[in-house]
T-cell receptor
Framework: KAGVTQTPRYLIKTRGQQVTLSCSPI?????VSWYQQTPGQGLQFLFE???????NKGNFPGRFSGRQFSNSRSEMNVSTLELGDSALYLC???????????FGPGTRLLVL | SQQGEEDPQALSIQEGENATMNCSYK?????LQWYRQNSGRGLVHLIL?????REKHSGRLRVTLDTSKKSSSLLITASRAADTASYFC??????????FGTGTRLLVSP
């Protein structure tokens, strides 16, 4: 099976812009979670989607949003980018009820 | 903020030596997992230990869990240069959410 894929791998944006990141889960995985990794805050949970519904959300401002499509692919959007949004954004998928998560390679976002 | 704290923050050893990393967490858990991350890439799941287990082995990995002390340790035996990576513990309180520790950077020199 193909692993979790994320596009794009690298992205440079300027403050105030918005960005959309994409994640394709492992085939058959219907749960998709997103995490932000920064040197200062480490790995932090953003949100989780299952069957096109957001089931769980981390402690991030409303500028961070996401959605999931009927094929389980997921996108996350960050509006009005700030310098502090520079991070590695990781997507992970899992089977329903499975506690192990399978991570993609991440999208590295740089906000200038 | 992160739930887990890992110790040490960085560890440098020679090939063939053992590496031990410790993780402490704050709340009750369903299970605790260890992940590896190479050079800022995606995380790879290593091992999961449930709250009712005390020790688990997988190849060169040995994980212990002490729920009374809210702590876990990961032992990598006979380390190789390819084990150079960052290692994170992650607690699973439920709801498809992992709460990660601060991580240990392991450097294994040939």
């Amino acid at each position: 099976k193909a692993g979790v894929t994320q596009t794009p791998r690298y992205l440079i944006k300027t403050r105030g812009q918005q960005v959309t990141l994409s994640c394709s889960p492992i085939s058959g995985h219907r749960s998709v979670s997103w995490y932000q990794q920064t040197p200062g805050q480490g790995l932090q949970f953003l949100f989780e989607y299952f069957s096109e519904t957001q089931r769980n959300k981390g402690n991030f401002p409303g500028r961070f949003s996401g959605r999931q499509f009927s094929n389980s692919r997921s996108e996350m959007n960050v509006s009005t980018l700030e310098l502090g949004d520079s991070a590695l954004y990781l997507c992970a998928s899992s089977l329903e009820g499975e506690e192990t998560q399978y991570f993609g390679p991440g999208t590295r976002l740089l906000v200038l | 903020s992160q739930q887990g704290e890992e110790d040490p923050q960085a560890l440098s050893i020679q090939e063939g030596e053992n590496a031990t990393m410790n993780c402490s967490y704050k709340t009750s858990i369903n299970n605790l997992q260890w992940y590896r991350q190479n050079s800022g890439r995606g995380l790879v799941h290593l091992i999961l230990i449930r709250s009712n287990e005390r020790e688990k082995h997988s190849g060169r990995l040995r994980v212990t869990l002490d729920t009374s002390k809210k702590s876990s340790s990961l032992l990598i035996t006979a380390s190789r240069a390819a084990d150079t990576a960052s290692y994170f513990c992650a607690t699973y309180p439920g709801f498809q959410k992992l709460v990660f520790g601060t991580g240990t950077r392991l450097l294994v020199s040939p």
